[in-house]
């Protein structure tokens, strides 16, 4: 898989490639940009416990800015994709603006649940996936 493939992701992915290929290595991105930040005094964490509670601010830097706007568009494309899997459309993507809910229902949806057995109108089944056969493919027209 190229840089280009890798980048932007067409077609369906199975859950494997989206933790491996997505998830994963653009969290540890984030992590190691925000340890970079902190080295270099570009990010702050602030964190205070009161009578009333506890409260803190982060505040993010340079380096993990940059690693946000590199990979945004493999982010959603990999999620796309793997709602593609799932039979569902990139409207899907629209739940993440719910707080909190939302994001759980994407992070279900794209890492956990099974992808489509057979082929669905976002293309065939991924390659290396678990193909589960669909009794009604091909459509019988008896």
């Known amino acids: 898989m190229g840089f280009g493939q890798w980048y932007l992701r067409r077609g369906r992915i199975t859950r494997r490639t989206y933790w491996l290929h997505y998830f994963v290595p653009i969290l540890v991105l984030s992590i190691l940009a925000f340890a970079a930040d902190l080295a270099f005094g570009f990010a702050t964490v602030d964190g205070s416990a009161t009578s009333t509670g506890a409260s ?5 830097g340079w380096f993990t800015l940059a ?72 459509p019988s027209y008896a």
Do not use: E
């Open 67 to 138: 690693v946000f706007v590199l990979t945004i568009v493999p982010s959603i494309s990999s999620q796309v994709t793997r709602l593609h899997d799932r039979g569902h459309s990139a409207w899907w993507l629209l739940f993440g603006l719910i707080p909190l809910v939302g994001g759980i229902l994407l992070l279900v949806q794209t890492g956990f649940l099974r992808g489509d057995g057979g082929p669905n109108r976002y293309g065939p089944p991924p390659a290396g996936g678990n193909p589960v056969p669909d009794p009604n493919y091909p």
């Open 56 to 60: 803190g601010s982060l505040q993010a």
